[in-house]
Protein backbone atom coordinates (compact mmCIF):
# COMPACT_ATOMS: atom_id res chain seq x y z
CA UNK A 1 0.00 0.00 0.00
CA UNK A 2 1.12 3.05 -0.77
CA UNK A 3 0.65 5.93 1.31
CA UNK A 4 0.56 10.25 1.72
CA UNK A 5 1.57 11.79 5.26
CA UNK A 6 1.26 15.13 5.13
CA UNK A 7 2.92 16.01 2.04
CA UNK A 8 3.46 19.80 1.72
CA UNK A 9 6.36 21.16 -1.39
CA UNK A 10 6.95 24.95 -1.54
CA UNK A 11 9.10 26.80 -4.63
CA UNK A 12 10.10 29.47 -5.37
CA UNK A 13 8.94 31.61 -7.83
CA UNK A 14 9.32 35.11 -9.73
CA UNK A 15 7.12 38.13 -9.12
CA UNK A 16 6.64 41.80 -10.36
CA UNK A 17 7.99 44.13 -7.29
CA UNK A 18 6.18 47.18 -7.24
CA UNK A 19 7.97 48.92 -4.93
CA UNK A 20 9.90 50.65 -7.31
CA UNK A 21 6.96 52.21 -9.05
CA UNK A 22 7.44 54.90 -11.62
CA UNK A 23 11.25 55.24 -10.18
CA UNK A 24 12.03 52.01 -11.92
CA UNK A 25 13.61 51.98 -15.47
CA UNK A 26 12.61 48.10 -16.19
CA UNK A 27 10.23 46.08 -14.63
CA UNK A 28 11.48 45.07 -11.46
CA UNK A 29 11.36 41.55 -9.65
CA UNK A 30 11.31 39.42 -6.44
CA UNK A 31 11.44 36.42 -5.37
CA UNK A 32 8.21 34.83 -3.00
CA UNK A 33 7.84 31.40 -1.68
CA UNK A 34 4.30 29.18 -2.20
CA UNK A 35 2.62 25.84 -1.37
CA UNK A 36 2.09 23.78 -4.45
CA UNK A 37 0.92 21.01 -2.49
CA UNK A 38 -0.28 21.31 1.16
CA UNK A 39 -0.58 18.86 4.04
CA UNK A 40 -1.78 15.85 1.29
CA UNK A 41 -2.91 12.29 3.07
CA UNK A 42 -4.30 9.58 1.30
CA UNK A 43 -3.61 5.78 0.96
CA UNK A 44 -3.83 4.13 -2.55
CA UNK A 45 -4.58 0.45 -1.97
CA UNK A 46 -3.69 -2.74 -3.93
CA UNK A 47 -6.75 -3.25 -6.48
CA UNK A 48 -7.58 0.35 -6.68
CA UNK A 49 -7.79 3.37 -9.29
CA UNK A 50 -7.37 6.26 -7.60
CA UNK A 51 -7.82 9.39 -9.72
CA UNK A 52 -6.44 12.90 -8.45
CA UNK A 53 -8.97 15.32 -9.92
CA UNK A 54 -8.13 18.97 -10.60
CA UNK A 55 -7.76 22.08 -13.32
CA UNK A 56 -4.18 22.67 -14.64
CA UNK A 57 -2.57 24.29 -11.78
CA UNK A 58 -4.45 22.21 -9.08
CA UNK A 59 -1.13 20.29 -8.01
CA UNK A 60 -1.23 17.17 -9.36
CA UNK A 61 2.20 17.08 -11.57
CA UNK A 62 4.14 18.01 -8.43
CA UNK A 63 1.75 15.42 -6.07
CA UNK A 64 2.76 12.81 -8.19
CA UNK A 65 6.40 13.76 -8.58
CA UNK A 66 6.95 13.66 -4.79
CA UNK A 67 5.29 10.48 -4.61
CA UNK A 68 7.18 9.02 -7.52
CA UNK A 69 10.58 10.39 -5.48
CA UNK A 70 11.10 12.37 -8.19
CA UNK A 71 10.75 15.26 -6.08
CA UNK A 72 11.64 15.61 -2.24
CA UNK A 73 8.75 16.66 -0.70
CA UNK A 74 9.57 20.08 1.74
CA UNK A 75 7.64 17.99 4.74
CA UNK A 76 5.72 14.70 5.03
CA UNK A 77 6.62 11.61 3.84
CA UNK A 78 5.84 8.52 0.90
CA UNK A 79 5.53 5.57 2.41
CA UNK A 80 4.79 1.92 1.05
CA UNK A 81 3.98 -0.97 3.02
CA UNK A 82 4.84 1.19 5.82
CA UNK A 83 8.47 1.99 5.20
CA UNK A 84 9.53 5.36 3.91
CA UNK A 85 10.31 5.45 0.30
CA UNK A 86 13.52 7.15 0.99
CA UNK A 87 14.73 4.34 2.88
CA UNK A 88 13.48 2.44 -0.16
CA UNK A 89 15.88 3.77 -2.85
CA UNK A 90 16.12 1.69 -5.96
CA UNK A 91 13.84 -0.92 -4.50
CA UNK A 92 11.10 1.34 -4.90
CA UNK A 93 11.73 2.21 -8.33
CA UNK A 94 11.73 -1.39 -8.93
CA UNK A 95 7.79 -1.86 -8.12
CA UNK A 96 6.47 1.48 -9.60
CA UNK A 97 5.65 2.20 -13.41
CA UNK A 98 6.00 6.06 -13.82
CA UNK A 99 4.58 7.87 -16.87
CA UNK A 100 5.00 11.89 -16.65
CA UNK A 101 3.48 14.30 -18.53
CA UNK A 102 6.34 15.53 -20.84
CA UNK A 103 8.19 11.73 -21.45
CA UNK A 104 10.37 12.29 -24.04
CA UNK A 105 10.93 8.85 -26.20
CA UNK A 106 14.05 7.83 -28.29
CA UNK A 107 12.65 8.91 -31.78
CA UNK A 108 14.93 6.38 -33.75
CA UNK A 109 14.29 3.73 -31.57
CA UNK A 110 11.13 1.16 -32.47
CA UNK A 111 8.95 0.47 -29.62
CA UNK A 112 10.37 -3.15 -29.65
CA UNK A 113 13.64 -1.95 -28.97
CA UNK A 114 12.77 0.88 -27.01
CA UNK A 115 10.80 -1.93 -24.08
CA UNK A 116 13.94 -3.95 -24.75
CA UNK A 117 16.86 -1.52 -23.87
CA UNK A 118 14.59 -0.78 -20.73
CA UNK A 119 14.01 -4.35 -19.58
CA UNK A 120 17.91 -4.32 -19.82
CA UNK A 121 18.00 -1.34 -17.38
CA UNK A 122 15.81 -3.31 -14.79
CA UNK A 123 18.23 -5.92 -15.08
CA UNK A 124 16.35 -8.13 -16.83
CA UNK A 125 17.69 -11.62 -18.75
CA UNK A 126 16.87 -11.26 -22.86
CA UNK A 127 14.19 -14.33 -22.81
CA UNK A 128 12.44 -12.51 -20.31
CA UNK A 129 12.53 -9.35 -21.66
CA UNK A 130 11.41 -11.01 -24.99
CA UNK A 131 8.48 -12.70 -23.30
CA UNK A 132 7.29 -9.44 -21.86
CA UNK A 133 7.64 -7.64 -25.03
CA UNK A 134 4.97 -10.11 -26.74
CA UNK A 135 2.70 -9.59 -23.73
CA UNK A 136 2.98 -5.88 -23.86
CA UNK A 137 2.65 -5.68 -27.37
CA UNK A 138 -1.00 -7.48 -27.06
CA UNK A 139 -2.27 -5.75 -24.34
CA UNK A 140 -1.28 -2.19 -25.44
CA UNK A 141 -2.40 -3.18 -28.84
CA UNK A 142 0.71 -2.22 -30.34
CA UNK A 143 1.02 -5.29 -32.79
CA UNK A 144 0.66 -2.93 -35.70
CA UNK A 145 3.44 -0.51 -35.36
CA UNK A 146 5.77 -2.38 -32.65
CA UNK A 147 8.71 -2.35 -35.58
CA UNK A 148 7.99 1.21 -36.64
CA UNK A 149 9.89 4.38 -35.49
CA UNK A 150 8.89 5.81 -32.74
CA UNK A 151 9.46 9.48 -34.58
CA UNK A 152 6.84 8.39 -37.20
CA UNK A 153 4.04 7.45 -35.09
CA UNK A 154 1.14 9.07 -34.06
CA UNK A 155 0.32 10.75 -30.45
CA UNK A 156 -1.78 8.26 -29.25
CA UNK A 157 0.23 5.44 -30.36
CA UNK A 158 3.33 7.22 -28.66
CA UNK A 159 1.59 7.63 -25.25
CA UNK A 160 1.18 3.72 -25.36
CA UNK A 161 4.87 3.19 -26.21
CA UNK A 162 5.27 5.81 -23.01
CA UNK A 163 3.02 3.25 -21.06
CA UNK A 164 4.57 0.28 -22.28
CA UNK A 165 8.42 0.85 -21.06
CA UNK A 166 6.99 1.73 -17.68
CA UNK A 167 5.39 -1.88 -17.16
CA UNK A 168 8.67 -3.62 -18.69
CA UNK A 169 9.28 -5.06 -14.91
CA UNK A 170 5.70 -5.94 -14.17
CA UNK A 171 5.39 -3.19 -11.27
CA UNK A 172 2.97 -3.52 -8.74
CA UNK A 173 2.01 0.06 -8.72
CA UNK A 174 1.43 2.67 -11.84
CA UNK A 175 1.60 6.51 -11.50
CA UNK A 176 0.33 7.99 -14.37
CA UNK A 177 0.15 11.67 -15.14
CA UNK A 178 -2.38 12.60 -17.78
CA UNK A 179 -2.28 9.51 -19.53
CA UNK A 180 -4.67 10.23 -21.67
CA UNK A 181 -4.26 13.67 -22.39
CA UNK A 182 -4.85 14.92 -26.51
CA UNK A 183 -5.42 11.23 -27.42
CA UNK A 184 -8.52 10.09 -29.52
CA UNK A 185 -10.92 7.81 -28.82
CA UNK A 186 -9.50 5.07 -29.69
CA UNK A 187 -5.93 5.67 -28.13
CA UNK A 188 -7.86 6.47 -24.95
CA UNK A 189 -9.51 3.28 -24.53
CA UNK A 190 -6.79 1.71 -25.11
CA UNK A 191 -4.94 2.93 -22.34
CA UNK A 192 -8.56 2.78 -20.20
CA UNK A 193 -8.75 -0.57 -20.73
CA UNK A 194 -5.05 -1.14 -19.51
CA UNK A 195 -5.49 0.42 -16.57
CA UNK A 196 -8.50 -1.09 -15.76
CA UNK A 197 -7.00 -4.59 -16.64
CA UNK A 198 -3.77 -4.39 -14.43
CA UNK A 199 -6.23 -2.81 -11.17
CA UNK A 200 -8.32 -6.55 -12.20
CA UNK A 201 -5.19 -7.87 -11.53
CA UNK A 202 -4.81 -6.73 -8.19
CA UNK A 203 -1.84 -3.74 -9.25
CA UNK A 204 -2.38 -0.56 -7.86
CA UNK A 205 -2.84 2.89 -10.18
CA UNK A 206 -3.13 6.33 -9.28
CA UNK A 207 -3.20 8.67 -12.17
CA UNK A 208 -3.86 12.30 -12.18
CA UNK A 209 -6.32 13.98 -14.55
CA UNK A 210 -8.49 17.07 -15.47
CA UNK A 211 -11.14 14.74 -17.60
CA UNK A 212 -13.54 14.30 -14.58
CA UNK A 213 -16.23 12.23 -16.52
CA UNK A 214 -13.36 9.80 -17.32
CA UNK A 215 -12.60 9.57 -14.09
CA UNK A 216 -15.83 9.38 -12.59
CA UNK A 217 -16.33 5.99 -14.93
CA UNK A 218 -12.87 4.35 -14.58
CA UNK A 219 -11.99 5.36 -10.45
CA UNK A 220 -13.11 3.51 -7.37
CA UNK A 221 -12.09 6.40 -5.70
CA UNK A 222 -11.50 10.16 -6.22
CA UNK A 223 -9.56 12.96 -4.41
CA UNK A 224 -10.58 16.17 -5.84
CA UNK A 225 -7.37 18.64 -5.34
CA UNK A 226 -7.67 22.38 -5.91
CA UNK A 227 -4.90 24.97 -5.16
CA UNK A 228 -2.55 22.25 -4.03
CA UNK A 229 -5.02 21.18 -1.02
CA UNK A 230 -7.42 18.17 -1.04
CA UNK A 231 -11.23 19.36 -0.88
CA UNK A 232 -12.88 16.32 -0.75
CA UNK A 233 -12.22 12.07 -1.42
CA UNK A 234 -14.41 9.17 -1.45
CA UNK A 235 -15.89 7.29 -4.73
CA UNK A 236 -17.88 9.05 -7.01
CA UNK A 237 -20.91 8.25 -5.63
CA UNK A 238 -20.21 9.44 -2.43
CA UNK A 239 -19.02 12.68 -3.82
CA UNK A 240 -22.28 13.23 -5.85
CA UNK A 241 -24.36 12.37 -2.47
CA UNK A 242 -22.25 14.56 -0.36
CA UNK A 243 -22.90 18.06 -2.39
CA UNK A 244 -26.39 16.86 -3.78
CA UNK A 245 -24.90 17.12 -7.61
CA UNK A 246 -25.54 14.80 -10.63
CA UNK A 247 -21.95 14.00 -11.35
CA UNK A 248 -17.99 14.61 -10.34
CA UNK A 249 -17.74 17.73 -12.28
CA UNK A 250 -20.98 19.05 -10.44
CA UNK A 251 -19.44 18.34 -7.19
CA UNK A 252 -16.40 20.05 -7.80
CA UNK A 253 -17.91 23.14 -8.80
CA UNK A 254 -20.32 23.03 -5.51
CA UNK A 255 -17.44 22.43 -3.36
CA UNK A 256 -15.48 25.68 -4.75
CA UNK A 257 -18.66 27.44 -4.56
CA UNK A 258 -18.99 26.70 -1.09
CA UNK A 259 -15.04 27.68 -0.44
CA UNK A 260 -15.96 31.14 -2.32
CA UNK A 261 -13.46 30.19 -4.90
CA UNK A 262 -13.48 30.07 -8.89
CA UNK A 263 -11.12 28.33 -11.04
CA UNK A 264 -8.81 31.24 -12.49
Do not use: W
Not at 106 to 132: H, Q
Not at 180 to 195: E, K, N, P, Y
Amino acid sequence: MLTSENLNKTFLRTVPDNRMGRFSKKAAKKKESFLAVQDVSFELRPGEILGILGPNGAGKTTLLRMLGGILTPSSGQVLLDGIPITQLGYRYREVIGYLSGNTKLYGRLTPRELISIFGELYGMDKATVNERIDAIIAVLSIGGFADDRIEKLSTGQTQRVSIARCLVHSPRLYIFDEPTLGLDVLGSHAIVRFMQEERNAGKSVLYSTHYMEEAELLCDRIILLHRGTIMATGTPGKLREQTGTESVKDAFLHLLHERGETIE
